[in-house]
């Protein structure tokens, strides 16, 4: 029996999305199809911006699998120093429940002095990621409260890195060196050839989403 293609399902999906330009696309075995509107190709670069999110969950979710770290596991449990007040869990920082606030403690300052329009993160480095997290005080008791958080997505990332053996790169995003072997990685399909295509996004916000 003829599978259906997954083409009309992205007809749809590509005209209900925003914006000048899109791209989406579908993979089913060795199936792939792509589908674009506007000035955008399949060789077009996007932002992934929050989406890695997604992926670090997933590898937190594969390394509880193989028995690497546990989901309740404490956080400083794989940082050089103890976190005071009650537990934060690998769990509480998948989920945005871990009481730390939007963004790190002078993130914003370093932002404005360059790459505000780009990317607000180039000139935040594991370290400052580290003297943040020190100088922070949690909101809410980790577990009791939804607070969407890219100090969250970034700590954790930096957190399975730890814990896989390698060396944290928090502004770089830590799959490629905390997993070199995972089949899931990102970074695999972004690797840019020459000439580099454009980038759509980069200059579209002020902030991180």
């Not at 989901?71 to 945005?96: I, S």
């Not at 505000?116 to 990621?129: C, H, I, K, T, V």
């Not at 954790?156 to 890195?161: E, F, S």
Request: proline letters at 11%; charged letters at 20%.
């Amino acid at each position: 029996m003829t599978r259906p293609s997954p083409a009309a399902p992205l007809q749809s999906l590509l005209a209900s999305a925003p914006g000048p330009a899109a791209a989406v696309a579908a993979a089913r075995g060795a199936e792939r199809t792509v589908l674009c509107r506007g000035p955008v190709g399949e060789s077009t670069r996007f932002e992934t911006g929050s989406l890695t999110k997604t992926f670090t969950a997933l590898l937190l979710a594969e390394l509880t699998a193989r028995g690497e770290v546990g989901y309740g596991d404490r956080a400083d449990r794989y940082l050089p120093f103890r976190l005071p007040g009650p537990p934060l869990t690998l769990l509480h920082l998948a989920t945005h429940t871990s009481g730390l606030p939007r963004l790190p403690p002078g993130l914003l300052g370093r932002a404005v002095r360059g790459g505000w329009f780009s990317n607000p993160y180039a000139g935040f480095s594991e370290d400052d990621l580290l003297v943040s997290l020190r100088r922070t005080r949690l909101r809410n008791r980790p577990g009791t409260r939804v607070l969407y958080s890219n100090f969250d997505g970034g700590l954790l990332g930096h957190v399975l890195a730890r814990a896989a053996g390698a060396p944290g790169a928090t502004t770089r995003r830590c799959w490629p060196s905390a997993s070199p072997a995972r089949s899931a990685s990102p970074t695999r399909t972004a690797t840019p050839t020459a000439p580099r295509p454009p980038v759509i996004g980069t200059t579209a916000r002020a902030l991180p989403c």
